[in-house]
Antibody
Framework: EVQLLESGGGLVQPGGSLRLSCAAS????????MTWVRQAPGKGLEWVST????????NYADSVKGRFTISRDNSKNTLYLQMNSLRAEDTAIYYC???????????????WGQGTLVTVSS | DIQMTQSPSTLSASVGDRVTITCRAS??????LAWYQQKPGKAPKLLIY???TLESGVPSRFSGSGSGTEFTLTISSLQPDDFATYYC??????????FGLGTKVEIK
């Protein structure tokens, strides 16, 4: 059974940093790209960042580029999101999700974690 | 950047109704479109990928169609469990995606 378990959320002051983790199990982690999606309170889904299976390729939404860094440790089956220079508008539930296949254009995000809440406030 | 327009933003319907949600892309995205269902307090659930392929375990009353710039999600006979918010999602290339703004399906 595929499981994704996020951790690391919490309350942080504007300008602060936080690192989210997503522990994966039930599939060959290194074979799949992984992604972070966030949802501000009462708002829709926003794609944040994706990393390829081996970790050699990454990309980011313009809203987080230069502030967030996605990474993965395939030996630990864990995905990370390092968030720096946090702003109030980064307040959201952050979900990690598995990209369905290597054929990204034909894929959705087929498994999701339960989400971890990040609140940026003074 | 390719823009996605999802409509309507809210839809009121009754059990048994046929429901259609539309996503339009500002330029052709071939069949690079997925649909998700999200219930309050829960993570999204993949329903359809590659515009029309039903994800395993999803009821057959859900269907997707379209290619190029116009796509639809249809629920053939709305069930009580289907009241939720639905999102389309497009692949933009280079490991980037965009979600539509969502359609909330409410009880009429």
């Amino acid at each position: 059974e595929v499981q994704l378990l996020e951790s690391g959320g919490g309350l942080v002051q504007p300008g602060g940093s936080l690192r989210l983790s997503c522990a994966a199990s039930g599939f060959t982690f290194s074979s799949y790209a992984m992604t972070w999606v966030r949802q501000a309170p009462g708002k829709g889904l926003e794609w944040v960042s994706t990393i390829s299976g081996i970790g050699g390729s990454t990309n980011y939404a313009d809203s987080v580029k230069g502030r967030f860094t996605i990474s993965r440790d395939n030996s630990k089956n864990t995905l990370y999101l390092q968030m720096n220079s946090l702003r109030a508008e980064d307040t959201a539930i952050y979900y990690c999700a598995k990209v369905q296949t290597y054929y990204y254009d034909s894929s959705g995000f087929d498994y999701w974690g339960q989400g971890t809440l990040v609140t940026v406030s003074s | 950047d390719i823009q996605m327009t999802q409509s309507p933003s809210t839809l009121s319907a009754s059990v048994g109704d046929r429901v259609t949600i539309t996503c339009r892309a500002s330029q052709s995205i071939s069949s690079w479109l997925a649909w998700y269902q999200q219930k309050p307090g829960k993570a999204p659930k993949l329903l359809i990928y590659k515009a029309s392929t039903l994800e395993s375990g999803v009821p057959s009353r859900f269907s997707g169609s379209g290619s190029g710039t116009e796509f639809t999600l249809t629920i053939s006979s709305l069930q009580p469990d289907d009241f939720a918010t639905y999102y389309c999602q497009q692949y933009n290339g280079y490991l980037t995606w965009t979600f539509g703004l969502g359609t909330k399906v409410e009880i009429k």
